[in-house]
């Protein structure tokens, strides 16, 4: 719900029922994942989408039969129905969806939601989706307290703690109890949505590729920085996509904000010039960013990492920065060289080769690379 947050704000507020249709759980080449959303008002607007086209005409129908009864619904659409190919999904995935009835009534907790959202601070969505308890029954749960219920005390004792776990790694799932919140039962499932903070992209350097590379890092969804020392090319106005513009020293901002830095963060630095860069990469090194990029020339990059080796910083250190930075695109544009960047960090995220996928074979969508460690590490196999 996280990318249609404002259209759904904007049907709440009108006071009317409208539809809000979840994807809850994928199999295979699902063409989205879990926590989709599309949304259809009670005019029959629609915002958003479940599945990118594949069964959106049979969503829509039981939305508005999820509006006229006022009964949520769960669904399945996949290969393994007898008319998969009749709603569209031919791309041999299956998912469920939940379509529930939204107005002021039954959702009391969604402007709250969206609140958190909008101000990145983590909320959670607990929703009982099949098994003994109510469909649809809802618990909105964040860090320091909880509103709502699935039933009962036990169950949401059992499903805040969980859900906070969750929460943290900023994950989204099913995940199954007894009917009163046994942890060795299985029959009621509850599927959590996770809404933490979004990612952060900082951005070191207020030059015209910064521009792009915000541009499409918020479009990815990211909370984008710009950061340059010279207040004269740091202007918001500059920056129109940014969530902020900060002027200082980079590698001075980027010591700072250094424990609000995790795994899903993404530096890159287009400065290009070694009394801007060297610095920030070296204290980018010491962060737990998921990817450290910079921009320049081969010539450029053999100069940037002689620098930071004469600083001292290690060789198995070095090689997490991505210089030249991006993916062999061809890319010449601030908007092209924007999108390489994008698609490199994109591989990084889900481990792809880079290669067209026409030369590839087996699955297209994959699990992170992150995800896919931690189940190999446990001995577990990836979903």
């Not at 507020?13 to 080449?29: H, K, N, W």
């Not at 529930?100 to 969604?110: M, N, S, T």
């Not at 860090?143 to 703690?161: C, I, N, Q, T």
């Not at 100069?303 to 070095?318: I, K, T």
């Amino acid at each position: 719900m996280r990318d249609i947050r404002s259209a759904v704000a904007e049907l709440y507020s009108a006071g009317e029922t409208f539809a809000l249709a979840t994807v809850i759980d994928t199999y295979r080449s699902s063409p989205r994942e879990a926590g989709a959303a599309m949304a259809v008002g009670p005019s029959g607007e629609v915002v958003g989408s479940v599945s990118g086209g594949c069964v959106e005409g049979a969503v829509y129908e039981l939305a508005q039969q999820v509006m006229a009864t006022g009964e949520p619904v769960r669904e399945k659409y996949g290969v393994s129905d007898d008319d998969a190919f009749a709603v569209g999904l031919t791309c041999g995935g299956t998912l469920h969806v939940l379509v529930e009835p939204v107005d002021r009534g039954r959702y009391p907790q969604l402007p709250g939601v969206i609140e958190a959202v909008d101000a990145h601070r983590p909320v959670a969505v607990a929703t009982v989706v099949g098994g003994p308890g109510r469909l649809g029954a809802r618990r909105v749960v964040r860090p320091d307290g909880a509103d709502g219920s699935l039933g009962g005390a036990r169950l949401d004792a059992a499903v805040d703690d969980d859900v906070r776990g969750m929460l943290a790694q900023g994950s989204t799932g099913i995940l199954h109890y007894g009917a009163d919140g046994q942890r060795r039962g299985d029959e009621l499932e509850v599927f959590v949505q996770s809404f933490a903070p979004a990612p952060r992209m900082l951005v070191f350097g207020a030059i015209d590729f910064a521009a792009a590379v915000a541009d499409i890092g918020a479009y990815l969804g990211y909370r984008v920085t710009v950061c340059d020392a010279r207040p004269v090319f740091a202007t918001p106005k500059r920056f129109p996509r940014a969530d902020e513009v900060v002027v200082k020293w980079p590698h001075a901002y980027l010591t700072e904000i250094a424990d609000e830095i995790d795994e899903r963060t993404a530096i890159c630095v287009l400065t290009h010039d070694p009394k801007f860069d060297v610095p920030v990469l070296e204290a980018a090194l010491d962060t737990r960013a998921g990817y450290i990029g910079a921009m320049g020339s081969r010539r450029t990059h053999d100069d940037r990492m002689a620098r930071l080796r004469e600083a001292g910083v290690p060789q198995d250190r070095l090689e997490r920065v991505h210089s030249p930075i991006g993916l062999d695109l061809g890319a010449r544009t601030p908007e092209e060289t924007a999108v390489s960047i994008a698609a490199e960090l994109i591989q990084t995220r889900w481990g792809g080769s880079g290669r067209p996928l026409s030369s590839t074979s087996g699955r297209i969508h994959t699990e992170p690379l992150a995800r896919r460690a931690e189940a190999a590490g446990t001995g577990q196999a990836g979903g």
